[in-house]
């Protein structure tokens, strides 16, 4: 079956607050609602969202690709378009991930399927998740029974930090992990300082990671600091300057922290995914603040990469928006149900 369209919408989110990080703050979202059809008229949404802070295209560099694809679109096949991408990724993998969205909902609706059952058989459409906390300074506590909050860290003294989190953690509910990004904010004496501090605690926090703790981290030191640490580290960002296939060949790695928006889409997510697992390397999928029509297909993503949903995963994120293409993602008991 051949496309018979492909639509492009420009939208501009405000969040209800700034989503401060040690990379800058961020007071909106920017990005295009990406509307594929067939000529059976079968139809898929994705959402390309750049967010050059962490590594991705910017916003005109994602206009560019999705105005090419657009055009090669014409008179072509899905499974044609869709063979496309990976010449793609590597320079726009929002605008990748918005058009590989759009096109698994399309093959998924052929076999009745959703895009989670098409990405994986064994795909569950009920995803944990944890709660967005935002920074220790003004961390606000879980209000929907999610077991897992993430607080952003590296953006005070690490004495100041480490008391604040003592102080949350004396707060929460028993057995509440708390999992901390620092968007590499350190120095590596500096990590060390605030992992030996936490450590030094009179009363034992329940640490779940650490995303990113590294400025400029490399295998070396990014191991290095994993053997002194009792918890998983995490690479995020860094995924994509390291490279997938250095990081698989890294044994003392724990964990990694995948954005389909930033790999280039929900099924080349799952496919990188898999490849950790195979090498005991944990997997949590998230948003990248992204629209809810992107946290979806993310979500589709994490239902088919962890089906047992042994982690959570960090899709509570569309409540942070002022407004949104469309209604918030139910959450209750931190669980997200998908449609």
């Known amino acids: 079956m051949m496309i018979n369209s492909l639509f492009i919408l420009p939208y501009h989110l405000p969040l209800r607050h700034p989503w401060v990080t040690s990379h800058g703050t961020i007071n909106n979202r920017a990005g295009f609602l990406v509307e594929i059809s067939e000529q059976d008229s079968v139809a898929g949404l994705g959402d390309a969202a750049p967010l050059p802070e962490m590594g991705s295209e910017s916003l005109e560099q994602c206009r560019k690709t999705l105005e090419l694809l657009k055009e090669e679109a014409d008179n072509i096949s899905v499974d ?135 400025k400029n981290p490399t295998l070396e030191t990014i191991n290095k600091l994993q053997r002194e640490t009792p918890f998983p580290l995490a690479l995020d960002e860094s995924v994509s300057d390291f490279g997938v296939e250095t990081l698989l060949k890294n044994e003392q790695l724990q964990r990694v922290v995948l954005k389909p928006a930033l790999m280039g889409g929900p099924y080349t997510t799952f496919k990188i995914a898999t490849q950790f697992k195979e090498r005991g390397v944990d997997v949590i999928i998230t948003s990248a603040l992204e629209s809810s029509v992107g946290i979806i297909s993310a979500a589709y993503c994490a239902g088919a990469v962890d089906p047992e949903q042994r982690h959570a995963h960090g899709l509570a994120t569309s409540s942070l928006l002022a407004e949104d293409l469309m209604l918030a993602l139910p959450i209750k008991n931190g669980i997200l149900t998908l449609p």
């Not at 869709?82 to 320079?91: H, I, V």
């Open 80 to 214: 044609d378009l869709l063979a496309r991408l990976p010449d793609l990724r590597n320079t726009s993998p929002a605008a990748c991930c918005g058009v590989e969205s759009a096109l698994i909902t399309i093959l998924a609706k052929r076999c009745g399927l959703t895009p989670g059952s098409w990405i994986s058989p064994n795909a569950t459409n009920k995803i944990r998740v944890n709660h967005p906390a935002g920074t220790l300074a003004k961390a606000t506590e879980p209000v929907d029974g999610e077991s897992v909050i993430k607080v952003k860290v590296g953006l005070s003294s690490i004495d100041e930090e480490v008391a604040q989190l003592y102080s949350l953690a004396a707060t929460l509910p028993q057995h509440t992990e708390i999992r901390l990004d620092a968007n590499q904010a350190w120095s590596i004496t500096e990590a060390s300082q605030f992992i030996s501090a936490i450590q030094a605690l009179p009363m034992p926090i329940n640490i779940e990671s650490l995303e990113e703790p590294l």
